[in-house]
C-alpha cells in the first residue's frame, strides 16, 4: 500500500524559505519519478516540480523555477522540495505523489505572509 506524508509547511515571510519532505512507503520509491503539486483555494492542483527515479533530471513550473529545488534521497525513501524567495503567489497545499500511483499524501499548508 502506498503511502506518502508530506512535512514541513507553515507560516513564513515574503522573500523566507521553507523545506518540504515526503515520506514514501509502500512500494519502490527508488523505482518512480516523483511530483510535487500544490493546490490554492478555488484554483486547480497544479504540477510544482518533478524528479525522476535516479534524480538526473528535474522539471520545475515555469513560476517557481530558480526559486525551488526538488530533490531525493532514495536511501532514505524521501522526496524534498527547497522553496527559497516565497511569493505572495505560492501559499497553497502542497502534496507529493508517486507517479502513475495514484496515490496522494495528505498534503502540507504553506502560508506566505508578513
Known amino acids: 500500500q502506498v503511502q506518502l506524508v508530506e512535512s514541513g509547511g507553515g507560516l513564513v515571510q515574503p522573500g523566507g524559505s521553507l523545506r518540504l519532505s515526503c515520506a514514501a512507503s509502500?512500494?519502490?520509491?527508488?523505482?518512480?519519478?516523483m511530483r510535487w503539486y500544490r493546490q490554492a483555494p478555488g484554483k486547480q492542483r497544479e504540477l510544482v516540480a518533478q524528479?525522476?527515479?535516479?534524480?538526473?533530471?528535474?522539471y520545475y513550473a515555469d513560476s517557481v523555477k530558480g526559486r525551488f529545488t526538488i530533490s531525493r534521497d532514495n536511501g532514505k525513501n524521501t522526496m524534498y522540495l527547497q522553496m527559497n524567495s516565497l511569493k505572495p503567489e505560492d501559499p497553497a497545499v502542497y502534496y507529493c505523489?508517486?507517479?502513475?500511483?495514484?496515490?496522494w499524501g495528505q498534503g502540507t499548508q504553506v502560508t506566505v505572509s508578513s
Open positions: 524528479i525522476i527515479s535516479d534524480g538526473a533530471s528535474t
Open positions: 505523489n508517486a507517479y502513475n500511483t495514484g496515490s
Open positions: 509502500g512500494f519502490t520509491f527508488g523505482h518512480y519519478v
